[in-house]
């Protein structure tokens, strides 16, 4: 029996982790710089905490979840962050203790979609939540922040795109504008538009499909119908971007997937790196009657998720260096037990060590070098019967092609300065 991972869900191996902690590495200080705090929820949550704050008729909830039963419990493994995070605010009675939470988090979200480049049934997000402001300078900030790390990661072909959708009276309005105009031209819409048209009309908004782009020709965007209110906040949400330099593009048929937004929306696009059709980055906007909805009090909130693979396929980023590596290789019983407490004295001191104990056996040294290199090792220290003897350590700089004797007190000092050096050359010593 041959046991492979499921379908659409990866392995991730330590030689990929590189780009992995390099990504998580940037967005978390850039989140924090934001005055954001890392939040922590359990991956399983209770099923009804997604389909009422995701929505009854999303893809999403209609055929996407992992959901189970358990202990008499209806229970489902998170398909996205933000139901989890209003979960704990509204929980923990945060609005008591704090008018303004900034929330961070990362990690792996479920969804059963079909699996292709760039989309994943296990996946993984970076995500921001900002709750209790509803000013437009939040949104200019958190999306402001988002092209700053985009432009840190080194991802120039970056698309910002906003729309709004205004508050609570806005979507039901809007919801009947595009039932009263595609009603009479129903014939002509796709089979999933013909569907959507009773259980979620907005989404037509967003369908590829040639016969839906045309039916829809003539409806006033939603920007059109927006209330004073909301098309200030908008306008001023566009006017502190300009301010800032940030650039977007409005594009009023953006509506997004989940039934919680309302006001602003915004998605993240680029061509880079193939992700095809899958070319959303990350996406999100307000969502300002969640909290309240969830049984919390009114409190405004906006955030976003970013989507790690996506945004590493789209990442240009040669091979980022890891640390630089030293290996021990003892040769003989007794040089590895003495290589022992050498390795732990060479951590103690920051650099990454790998002990090569099979020398304690019988593998040959040059076995041992040909492993170092392979691990793409800087440095490998040797260590044979005569060394041990003299109180000496053979160093071999593996990308100079180099070695020298050092005296035991001297080593720590050899290495750094070795280590410190750029790497001219990769390849065998
Ligand atoms: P979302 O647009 O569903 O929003 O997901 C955000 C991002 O997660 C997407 O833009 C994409 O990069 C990534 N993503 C989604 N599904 C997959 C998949 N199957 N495979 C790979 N990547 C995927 C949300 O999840 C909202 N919770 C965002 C939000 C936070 N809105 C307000 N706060």
Sequence with gaps: ????????????????????????????VVAERHGYGEVRTPIIESTALFTRSIGEATDIVEKEMYSFERHGEALTVR????????????????????PVTRWYYLGPMFRGERPARGRYRQFHQLGCELFGDAGSVCDAEM???????????GISDLEIVINSLGGADTRPRYRQIIVD?????????????????????????????????????????????????????????????????????????????????????????????????????????????????????????IGFALGVERILLAMDVAELASPPLVVIAPIGPQAASEALLMARELR???????????????????????????????????????????????????????????AREELMHRLLDVLQQPMMTGGAA
């Design 181 to 301: 105009h595609l009603e009479p031209r129903k014939a002509r819409l796709s089979e999933d538009s013909i569907r959507r048209l009773s259980s979620n009309p907005l989404r037509i908004l967003d369908s590829k499909d040639e016969r839906d782009i045309a039916a829809l020709e003539g409806l006033p965007s939603i920007i059109e119908v927006l209330t004073q209110d909301d098309r200030e906040h908008f306008d001023r949400l566009c006017s502190q971007l300009d301010r800032l330099g940030t650039p977007y593009r409005v594009d009023p048929t953006l509506v997004r997937g989940l039934d919680y937004y309302t006001r602003t929306l915004f998605e993240l696009r680029s061509q880079a790196g193939q992700v095809g059709a899958q070319n959303a980055l990350g996406g999100g906007g307000r969502y300002d009657n969640l909290v309240q909805q969830m049984g919390g009090p009114s409190t405004p909130a």
């Design 1 to 28: 029996m041959n046991y492979r991972a499921v379908k659409g869900m990866n392995d991730i191996l330590p030689d990929e982790m590189v780009r992995w902690h390099h990504l998580e590495r940037e967005f978390r």
């Design 79 to 98: 398909p996205e962050g933000t139901a989890s995070a209003v979960r704990a605010y509204v929980e923990h009675h945060i609005h008591q203790k704090e």
């Design 143 to 153: 999306i402001d922040m988002l092209h700053g790390l985009f432009m840190r990661l």
């Design 348 to 406: 103690d001191h920051g650099i990454c060590v790998e002990l090569d104990g099979r020398g304690g056996a019988s593998t040959s040294l040059k076995a041992m070098l040909r492993r170092a290199n392979a691990r793409g090792a800087r440095v490998c220290l040797v260590l044979g019967q005569e060394e041990l003897e003299s109180q000496k350590v053979q160093l071999k700089d593996l990308a100079a092609r180099s070695q020298v004797l050092v």
